[in-house]
Every structure is written in structure tokens, then in C-alpha cells.
């Protein structure tokens, strides 16, 4: 089976487990994890932030975030397709009490769309109090946001009074694949999230960055959370293990998804985005869920993006022969 569905399926290597049994560890909620402490130095750190707190998911570290940044009633202005809008069980909803708006239908906007999305300073008005970006957008294929844009809008949105979070979930597939360094992507905004656990091939973890007084509000919230973990060293030991071995190789992963939209472009009636990174946003001419299924029975899984676009993501279980083997499937497919 060729698992293309998302890089979230990566199981640990054997060098990752030998790093988690060996890992030292102690009672993480009295701050005695000597593991987790170092990870969080190291990803503040690399990110140039003062603090960092580890945290089980990167939904756990957006949803810390908002309570951070928000207060109930407020709304907070995100990217369309935004992972905290869709993919957090309406989490912002539930326990921030924030709504969303997008400045525009893209992944990224002008200055001028973030000044028109927010919204008067009136007390009939919610308050407009966070922009929060995706770098790079998941459901934007992969995209690298434009650095210069991201600047411009971090700096318009602060000069308002706005916090700015970025949900850097794949973050370091942005700095692979734009050769810009993770500090410098990092450094326009309050708060930054960086998951572990999807190219970087750890089995759980995210972390939150950002100053000290954000960190230490935030590990209040990830205690309301449930997040609070214990001996969680043999975890952040997986997490050290993929900063050591499993960042440059991401450069593998974008090859791979270029190998694999040069493959399908060629079939008659098929779209696909260009890959800047590890995502291939495919569309297909006809229902997207009926190709899904029939790949799957011939060896290859990918996940369903909308009525006639599917979503594969290259990954560290996945080679060169993969990619060809899945292109192969999804030809022989097209042509049935
Ligand atoms: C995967 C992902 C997350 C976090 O997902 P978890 O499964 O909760 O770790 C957050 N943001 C983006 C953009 C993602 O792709």
C-alpha cells in the first residue's frame, strides 16, 4: 500500500525509537522533563523566540494560541481554508468563543483586504483583536506564503492592535523549499506553531513559540487543555531525533511531489497545482471520492479535497518507486 494521504502516516525509524527508549525524563507538569525542556529551548531557539512549550498537537498549539490572543466575541481574520477554521472541530468556536472571516478566497492577501475584513472599532462590532497565516497552506496545495507579504500584513496588523499568529505546522517545508531560514519566516509574528509529527516524521507533538509572557499564559491554557503531559521526555526525544536527521531531507519530499505532478499532468483531462512543497492538489474529471476508492483497491490511498480534487503528500515512507508506482495506478485508472 502506497499511503499518499498525508505525512501525518509516517511511523518511526528505528534510530527515532532508540532515541525515545533512551530518552531521560522526569514529571513534565513540575517543569522536571529535562527532554521536553531541551526541545523547547532548541525550537525557541532555531525560531528565534524566547520561550517554546510542547504541545501533544498542532491543534492543541492553535487552540492555545487563540486563547492567548482573544477573548470571547472577538474574531479573528485567517487565510482561506485556514486548518484552525476547518480542521479543529470548531475548537475557536468552542473554547476561545472567537468567529473567523478571510480577507480573501487565496491562501494570502493585500494589506488593503486585511483593512477592509476587519471590522470598525465600534462596540456593535467584534472585536478584530488576531491575524493568524498558514506557512505553508495546506489546503493552498503546499503553497510557500510570500515572505515580503507576510511582512507587509504582520506589520499593518500590529500597528492596529492586532496579534499575529502563524500556524507553521509545516513550516520548515517552507524553509527547505524557499531557502529562507525558519527564524527569518518566524520572525513577523507574536506566536509560531511548528508540528513535529508531519514531515519531520515524529509520532506526536507540536510546539508554540513566542515570548516569554505568551509562553507562560500559554502553558496555563495547555493545563485546561489536558495537555499538561508527564514523563513526556520519551517524546520530545522523537522530536530532537527528527530536527537532527529529518529536516534537510525535506528537500526529498518536494522531488517526490514534483516526480509525482509531472507523472500525473500527462493524463489526458487531469489538472494538477504546481507543488512547491510536499502537497499535489490533483483534479480530476470526474468525482474525486470514485477515483479515491478505486485507487485504493488497486494499492494507492490519497485523501478527498472537494468534489473532483484529491490531495496526495509525499513523505518519509515514500520513494522515487513509490511515486512512479502511484503514477502508474492513477494512469491505469484514467484510462479504464
Ligand atoms: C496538520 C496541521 C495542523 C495540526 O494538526 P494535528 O493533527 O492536530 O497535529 C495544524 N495546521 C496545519 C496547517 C496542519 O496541516
Excluded at 475584513?117 to 506564503?145: D, I, Q
Excluded at 500525473?264 to 483534479?283: A, H
Aim: aromatic share 4%; proline share 4%; hydrophobic share 50%.
Amino acid at each position: 500500500m502506497i499511503d499518499l494521504r498525508s505525512d501525518t502516516v509516517t511511523k518511526p525509524t528505528p534510530g527515532m525509537r532508540r532515541a525515545m527508549a533512551d530518552a531521560e525524563v522526569g514529571d513534565d507538569v513540575f517543569g522536571e522533563d529535562p527532554t521536553a525542556r531541551a526541545l523547547e529551548e532548541r525550537v525557541a531557539a532555531m525560531l528565534d523566540k524566547e520561550a517554546a512549550l510542547f504541545v501533544p498537537s498542532g491543534t492543541m498549539a492553535n487552540q492555545v494560541a487563540l486563547l492567548v490572543h482573544t477573548r470571547p466575541g472577538d474574531e479573528v481574520i485567517v487565510s482561506d481554508g485556514a486548518h484552525c477554521a476547518w480542521y479543529e472541530s470548531g475548537a475557536g468556536a468552542a473554547w476561545s468563543g472567537v468567529q473567523f472571516a478571510t480577507a480573501a478566497p487565496d491562501v494570502i492577501f493585500s494589506v488593503d483586504a486585511l483593512r477592509d475584513a476587519m471590522k470598525p472599532r465600534a462596540y456593535w462590532c467584534p472585536r478584530t483583536s488576531l491575524l493568524a497565516l498558514e506557512n505553508t497552506h495546506n489546503r493552498g496545495g503546499g503553497r510557500v506564503l510570500p515572505q515580503a507579504q507576510v511582512v507587509d500584513l504582520a506589520v499593518y496588523a500590529r500597528a492596529e492592535g492586532l496579534a499575529v499568529h502563524l500556524d507553521g505546522a509545516r513550516l520548515f517545508n517552507a524553509s527547505v523549499a524557499s531557502g529562507i531560514p525558519v527564524d527569518v519566516l518566524a520572525a513577523p509574528f507574536d506566536t509560531v506553531s511548528v508540528c513535529l509529527s508531519k514531515g519531520l516524521g515524529a509520532p506526536v507533538g507540536s510546539l508554540l513559540a513566542g515570548d516569554r509572557a505568551r509562553i507562560t499564559a500559554a502553558l496555563r491554557f495547555r493545563k485546561m487543555l489536558g495537555g499538561g503531559m508527564r514523563q513526556v521526555g520519551v517524546l520530545a526525544a522523537a522530536g530532537m531525533y527528527a530536527l537532527d536527521h529529518h529536516v534537510a531531507r525535506l528537500a526529498d519530499d518536494h522531488a517526490h511531489a514534483r516526480r509525482l505532478a509531472d507523472g500525473v499532468r500527462e493524463i489526458p483531462g487531469w489538472r494538477v497545482l504546481d507543488p512547491e512543497t510536499n502537497i499535489v492538489m490533483i483534479d480530476v474529471p470526474g468525482r474525486a471520492d470514485d477515483v479515491a476508492q478505486r485507487a485504493a483497491a488497486e494499492g494507492l490511498k490519497l485523501s478527498v479535497f472537494g468534489a473532483s480534487r484529491l490531495r496526495a503528500v509525499t513523505h518519509l515512507d515514500v520513494g522515487a518507486r513509490d511515486i512512479d508506482a502511484a503514477v502508474a495506478i492513477l494512469r491505469a485508472l484514467a484510462k479504464a
